[in-house]
């Protein structure tokens, strides 16, 4: 067994071989390093635009958090449940991740409210991951700390997974 710690989350995941992408935050494979030569890298110094897009992201993340833990709860449909569950787990990764940049006294103040419709639900959760994808390839492009740039193109395609997914589920309960 070996040890390796994600370098976008820095959660650490035990197993026989780095897996296809980190289990909490979704980054992908090559983020995945042996837990010997892993190193905090978040104390970074941000500008006063990393800075917003962070504080707007943490916010978007814990709401797409609750969202998600709403619908987890309220969902008739056991897949689609547990669909929220996993993405609820990841979306509440992401803030951790963006809580580590940002270092915030307190977290912003979110309210969500949610319906058991699945094609609704499925739709806002298509729209919401269609907004984080936009916000983060803006935050990429204009952050100049390369950390910065690292961690939002590395969330950004975790989320674009999380839209092919609402997108796949959408297809297949289109009819239902």
């Known amino acids: 067994?070996?040890?390796?710690?994600?370098?976008?989350?820095?959660?650490?995941?035990?197993?026989?071989?780095?897996?296809?992408?980190?289990?909490?935050?979704?980054?992908?494979?090559?983020?995945?390093?042996?837990?010997?030569?892993?190193?905090?890298?978040?104390?970074?110094?941000?500008?006063?635009?990393?800075?917003?897009n962070l504080e707007e992201s943490l916010k978007l993340e814990i709401s797409n958090t609750k969202f998600y833990n709403c619908l987890e709860n309220v969902s008739s449909q056991t897949e689609i449940a547990k669909m929220f569950k996993g993405l609820r787990k990841v979306e509440n990764e992401h803030a951790s991740v963006f809580r580590k940049l940002l270092k915030p006294e307190k977290d912003p103040e979110v309210e969500e409210v949610c319906v058991d419709e699945a094609i609704v639900s499925l739709k806002d959760s298509k729209a919401r991951e269609e907004r984080a994808i936009n916000l983060y390839a803006q935050a990429a492009q204009e952050a100049t700390e390369p950390r910065i740039k690292e961690v939002f193109l590395a969330i950004m395609k975790a989320e674009k997974d999380h839209l092919i997914l609402a997108e796949e589920m959408l297809e297949k309960y289109k009819d239902k």
């Open 1 to 52: 067994m070996r040890i390796y710690v994600c370098r976008i989350c820095g959660e650490v995941y035990i197993g026989e071989a780095i897996p296809p992408s980190c289990p909490f935050c979704g980054a992908e494979k090559r983020f995945m390093v042996l837990g010997q030569v892993w190193q905090d890298e978040n104390n970074v110094e941000l500008t006063e635009v990393s800075r917003k």
